[in-house]
């Protein structure tokens, strides 16, 4: 996989001459979560028996009505404070969960850097966890075995791949799965506030092979609280508010808005 | 042969899943893998103690008798009795990646159909020492009753998992469950010994039928093709109902977990 040639521009430029295509079309997503989160007990059902029978079905709504599209090779960043449905919409792209109401549509294989290391088991060794974490990326063991030499050397853990996970200290397990993670050829790119993995020159690393793959035409749909980032990274950004959209565009200007918000607050 | 990619990624993931399944359990022990057989040697030596040095119980071959079905067992409630706390416990897979979650229940069921496969040989040794040695009926019985119990597992699994999630209590009714299937089975004792009037509830135990044509087979050499047809409705049922339940139930995991 031949990595694409440095671009040194902060904002990535859309892919010329290709016709924007919809990768990602969201028509009006609800998400409503059961309201009582812990199942009530047999104790609980006794004490409050009478409310617990009326409006339990009531449920708590983390998206309501969010509609958006994203094009090919747009990356788009998600702003909002604590609450307002950021990761849920995210999991939703992502298809880990499924929206309550509304149509999404989302074509090209998905990269999740989310939570990292998914499947990955401290007993095992760092190439094992390399193969389980690539497959439940959506990989097949032959695509990781071609891949395995770029992903050690990726994330600079050479002479600790054989030694079991529980081996590693968090900041290098963290490098190990941003490097499979990286390695997936993904098409569609969720993040959700990684972007500080590993040391201070890792973090380079990492920010550098994002910006990389999004400068080369992915996908890329990016949540994150640093502002810094979003107007960085992203070309268009959307302002999440209580499970609603309060605004949308360009990434500076909606920064602008949600910063001037946030202050009268 | 042809397979597409998505075919061949989720052929290599429920290949890691078992692989995690029969070596990574014992990995940090000092006997490792032996313990896949060691356990169910060890269960057959506490009941045959039991049975024929306490209770004197009267059966022929007594400990070939209990191994022919105590193994196949062993199988059916290792996997319902894991299969339980599978997706409960995969919380944090089932939130992170999309996969078909119905990989999970399949790899812990093949998984126990390795420990059962790794029990064979002590069968074998023990038709040979009780001089009862195999025919050509095991190469036709064999896969065609392990193919009969492995739907049935995996139905049931497919079932324990997915209610488990939305009703949690589950997780200890099912050990409960199991050990009382176990008396209701006719491992220590033979079919023949349940009063006839009592015998339309063994239908109620999915595995009894099962369990006691493996005997047949392993013991007589016969194909007790009754029984085998018995066991194949209620695969056909129990896969069905726990495909349709899983589907229904599956999709809004997130929600509940």
């Known amino acids: 996989m031949a990595r694409p040639e440095l671009v040194e521009v902060p904002c990535p430029e859309l892919v010329e001459g290709a016709s924007p295509a919809t990768v990602i079309a969201a028509e009006n997503l609800w998400k409503s979560f059961p309201l009582q989160r812990d199942r009530p007990g047999l104790k609980e059902l006794l004490v409050n028996a009478p409310r617990f029978f009326n409006g339990r079905t009531k449920g708590f709504w983390a998206l309501r009505g969010v509609s958006f599209t994203v094009n090919k090779g747009e990356s788009l960043g998600i702003i909002g404070r604590n609450g307002a449905g950021k990761s849920t919409l995210l999991s939703l792209l992502l298809g880990v969960a499924l929206p309550t109401k509304g149509r999404l549509e989302v074509r090209g294989n998905r990269t999740p850097l989310l939570e990292l290391g998914a499947g990955f088991h401290p007993d095992l060794t760092g190439i094992e966890n390399i193969y389980i974490n690539g497959v439940m990326l959506g990989l097949t063991r032959a695509e990781v075995r071609a891949r395995l030499d770029e992903i050690i050397a990726f994330s600079e853990l050479a002479e600790f791949v054989h030694l079991p996970l529980r081996t590693y200290s968090s900041g290098m397990q963290m490098r190990l799965a941003f490097a499979v993670a990286i390695h997936t050829s993904p098409e569609v790119l969720l993040v959700d506030e990684i972007l500080a993995v590993g040391d201070e020159s890792f973090q380079r690393k990492s920010g550098k092979a994002l910006t990389d793959l999004i400068g080369g035409g992915v996908t890329t749909v990016f949540v994150s609280h640093s502002m810094e980032a979003i107007k960085k990274l992203c070309h268009r950004a959307i302002w999440l508010e209580q499970g609603e959209v309060r605004a949308e565009g360009e990434a500076g200007q909606v920064v602008e808005e949600y910063l001037k918000a946030q202050g009268q607050a | 042969m042809q397979i597409s990619k998505t075919t061949r990624q989720q052929l290599d993931l429920l290949w890691l899943l078992v692989t995690k399944e029969v070596t990574f359990r014992y990995k940090r022990t000092f006997l490792g893998f032996l313990w896949t057989l060691l356990n169910p040697l060890l269960t057959a030596l ?212």
Do not use: C
């Open chain 2, 46 to 257: 506490v009941f045959f103690v039991a049975f024929t040095i306490f209770m004197r119980f009267e059966i022929e071959d007594f400990a070939f008798f209990l191994l022919a079905a105590l193994f196949p067992w062993s199988w059916f409630a290792g996997s319902v009795t894991v299969a339980t706390g599978t997706l409960t416990g995969n919380v944090s897979l089932i939130r992170k990646v999309v996969f078909p979650k119905h990989l999970l229940i399949l790899s812990v069921v093949i998984a126990q159909m390795v420990n059962f496969a790794f029990t064979l040989p002590v069968l074998l040794g023990l038709a040979f020492f009780y001089d009862l040695p195999p025919s050509l009926n095991w190469l036709i019985g064999i896969p065609i009753l392990a193919t009969v119990q492995f739907a049935i597992i995996y139905g049931l699994g497919l079932m324990v998992s997915v209610a488990n999630v939305y009703f949690r209590d589950l997780e200890y009714m099912v050990t409960v469950v199991i050990s009382l299937l176990f008396w209701m089975t006719p491992i220590i004792y033979p079919l023949s010994a349940v009063p006839e009037g009592a015998r339309p509830f063994l239908t109620l135990n999915p595995v009894s039928y099962p369990i006691q044509a493996w005997r047949d087979l392993f013991m007589h050499n016969t194909l007790n093709w009754p029984y085998i047809g018995i066991g194949l409705v209620t695969a056909v049922v129990v896969l069905l109902l726990g495909h349709w339940l899983f589907r229904r139930m599956s999709g809004r995991l997130d929600e509940v977990l």
